[in-house]
């Protein structure tokens, strides 16, 4: 009998945590109470379709205390789509508040999108400064200008699904920084009149196709940097420089070869000189062995040689050994 007793406690003690887990009281009395009344059945379908309750009654009183109501079945349908119901809810919340005209649906698509719709309505009402890197850009005198900008945007709720992010507009606002500098005729033109970037960038609409407005774009420093033009005309110096070096050197070689070459064929002329000179004395013997040249003849032969010699010392012109040295 005991046993039976004690099982009996036990039966009634799960069928008690059973039904407090299947039918949440608390959350139903707490919703009843609130004016965001939600029906015991819709709290159990909620347990077997295997959402939590406190998920969904919780958001649903923090709405309707601030005025704004959501059906529970919209709130279930986003949960179970895997969205943040709190967020959404907070979100709707703060644009109701701020006079931001947001649905249920548009706030859920953001969500499902990928952004914090929480957020996104925060920078509605409290525009995000967004702070370029340094951007480096060349005048057309040939200086470089660094600028670091600051932009102001505001985030549209119409175009948070399939607009672009900060990233697009850091790199559309550098672009026209850049484009900006680079059309300036000097660079103190740049340095006198920073604002004349600011308005040449809004007037790009460098917004369009994103999920931001700009609302403005402040120069917040700009400096001078390196003489890029004339670095690269010192640069081209050089390169021409080593272009005529090489010019040069390759002349320099040719002539120089062509100088051995002028000098190997004065000494192959010089040689065959001497060589021909050789074969004069066997000649003149043959001659005499032949009849051909006399005594006489061959002393005439030799005063006048003496006599060219001796011109030839006295006018400074003997470049070799005479006759009379070599024989």
């Known amino acids: 009998m005991t046993f039976l007793v004690f099982l009996g406690i036990l039966g009634i003690i799960v069928f008690f945590i059973l039904f407090l887990y299947f039918i949440p009281v608390g959350l139903w009395i707490a919703a009843w109470s ?47 789509a895997g969205g943040d119901v709190e967020r959404v809810v907070n979100a709707l919340i703060s644009a109701d508040k701020a006079g931001i005209a947001l649905s249920f649906q548009r706030a859920a698509a953001i969500d499902l999108a990928g952004r914090d719709v929480l957020e996104a309505v925060k920078m509605s009402v409290n525009p995000k400064v ?27 709720i119409d175009r948070l699904v399939g607009g672009a992010g900060e990233e697009t507009i850091l790199a559309r606002v550098g672009e026209g920084i850049v484009t900006t500098i680079g059309s300036a005729d000097t660079h103190k033109k740049v340095l006198e009149n920073p604002d004349m970037i600011s308005k040449t960038v809004l007037e790009k609409g460098l917004d369009s196709g994103t999920a931001f407005e700009i609302l403005s774009i402040d120069i917040a420093d700009v400096d001078v940097g390196e003489n890029i033009g004339a670095k690269l005309q010192t640069d081209q110096a050089e390169a021409d420089k080593r272009v005529a070096q090489a010019k040069a050197e390759g002349r320099r070689a040719m002539a120089v070869a062509a100088e051995q070459e002028m000098v ?64």
């Open 34 to 80: 609130s004016g965001a009344r939600v029906g015991l059945g819709t709290l159990v379908a909620m347990r077997l379709r295997r959402v939590v309750p406190a998920g969904i009654v919780v958001p649903r009183i923090s709405a309707t205390k601030a005025g704004v109501d959501i059906p529970v079945n919209f709130l279930e349908a986003h949960y179970l």
């Open 130 to 156: 967004i702070t370029t890197p340094l951007v480096a850009a060349v005048a057309k005198d040939g200086i470089q200008v660094k600028a670091v900008s600051r932009v102001t945007v505001r985030a549209n």
């Open 264 to 327: 190997a064929k004065a000494q192959e002329m010089r040689a065959k000189l001497i060589e021909a000179e050789a074969e004069v004395p066997l000649a003149m013997a043959d001659a005499f062995r032949q009849g051909n040249l006399g005594v006489m003849d061959y002393y005439r032969m030799r005063n006048v040689q003496a006599d060219t010699e001796m011109r030839e010392s006295i006018s400074g012109e003997t470049k070799g050994p005479t006759r009379s040295e070599q024989e």
